[in-house]
């Protein structure tokens, strides 16, 4: 079956390039492109795409404000499209908190051989969105404060454990609920969040707001500790590793795994040699299977693992894939995922 998609974007050069990657997947058909938030509402009542591809910087209403009135009235698949800057970067993650389904930065015309990769990225979002759970977007509005989090069984109650996170389609919304119910004193925990390197800066200064945990972006050689979350920078695989009898952050510019760097896998296997029984996996939204193998081998070195459930997934497909192949120990629903973790780590003995 075809998905229909629509093309959002004021420059009519970037319309005529974005059809034509689209176009040339044989799944995928641009039914319509519009210049602006008024074209689009029109053809979206007309046409009824599967998905939205949507620019952030439009004329007369911006994206967001475009984003947010649609997904109000008439709740749409988009895939924002946004420059590779630190604006384009804050717009677009308040874009994923009004219910976008993911993102995309805008290709370069002039770099012909990386059209090659920024098609296959863009074809995977496409149908990533297409097979995501419609939702609505977050009651809370952006910018408040920190979220009272569940209570910690005892205080600091971490008892040497490490909690490891890996999520892509949906992810950023999923570790905000996530980390909103995480204790400033919790377990130290290290995510990867499929990411450009340009946007997880502002996504860990955006957590760090919201939430009780310091979150920071890891730069590499950073001690791990209770009351700190790191985020893996964009371009770089995130690992943990021995220094002594301390654990500490280590950044690789390795090759891409499962074509994705950072990769869950690698942050996974990192955990499972350097923590072991010490680790506790989650993997949660997202589409394809990274994380599925490294989730096993942290569960076979003797770790705790939890996924994400399908019903609050916006994409079941990295969760799937790991409950597939044994990773899984236990499937737990987002609302209840930060709760359960917590517990896990206040029951192990140290």
């Known amino acids: 079956m075809t998905t229909k998609v629509l093309v959002v974007d004021d420059s009519a050069v970037m319309r005529k390039l974005l059809a034509e990657l689209i176009n040339a997947a044989p799944d995928l058909e641009v039914v319509g ?4 938030a008024h074209g689009a509402r029109e053809l979206i009542k007309s046409l009824n ?10 004329p007369r209403m911006d994206g967001l404000e475009f984003l947010e009135r649609l997904m109000r009235l008439r709740p749409t698949r988009v895939v924002m499209v946004s420059a590779h800057t630190e604006a384009g970067s804050e717009t677009t993650l308040r874009a994923l908190e009004l219910g976008a389904v993911d993102f995309i930065g805008k290709p370069r015309a002039d770099q012909p051989a990386a059209l090659i990769e920024y098609a296959e990225e863009l074809t995977e ?3 990533g969105a297409a097979a995501a759970q419609l939702r609505r977007p977050a009651a809370a509005p952006a ?3 920190p979220v009272a989090p569940l209570p910690a069984t005892a205080r600091n109650a ?3 454990n490490v909690i490891f996170v890996g999520a892509s389609t949906g992810g950023t919304e999923a570790i905000k609920d996530l980390l909103l119910g995480f204790p400033a004193d919790c377990p130290p925990t290290l995510i ?3 990411m450009p390197e340009n946007f997880t800066a502002s996504f860990a200064r955006r957590l760090d707001s919201l939430c009780a945990p310091r979150v920071v972006e890891a730069q590499g050689g950073e001690r791990v ?22 654990c500490v952050t280590r950044l690789s510019d390795a090759a891409p795994v499962n074509r994705h760097r950072p990769s869950v896998d690698v942050l996974f296997d990192s955990a499972a040699e350097a923590v072991g029984a010490k680790a506790i996996g989650v993997i949660l939204t997202g589409m394809g299977k990274d994380g599925a193998q490294g989730l096993l081998r942290l569960r076979q070195a003797g770790g705790r693992t939890f996924g994400q459930d399908e019903a609050s997934c916006a994409v079941y497909g990295m969760p799937r894939e790991a409950a597939l192949v044994g990773a899984v120990e236990e499937v737990v629903s987002l609302g209840e995922m930060a709760r359960r973790v917590l517990a896990t780590a206040a029951r192990s003995v140290a």
């Open 192 to 194: 990867v969040q499929h």
């Open 225 to 246: 500790e209770p009351g700190t979350v790191f985020i893996a920078p964009g371009h770089s695989h995130l690992q943990i590793v021995r220094q002594g009898s301390a």
């Open 33 to 36: 492109a519009a210049p602006d």
């Open 143 to 145: 910018g408040e404060g």
């Open 125 to 127: 979002k496409i149908r």
């Open 158 to 160: 971490a008892n040497g």
């Open 49 to 58: 795409p599967d998905v939205v591809t949507l620019d952030v910087q439009m």
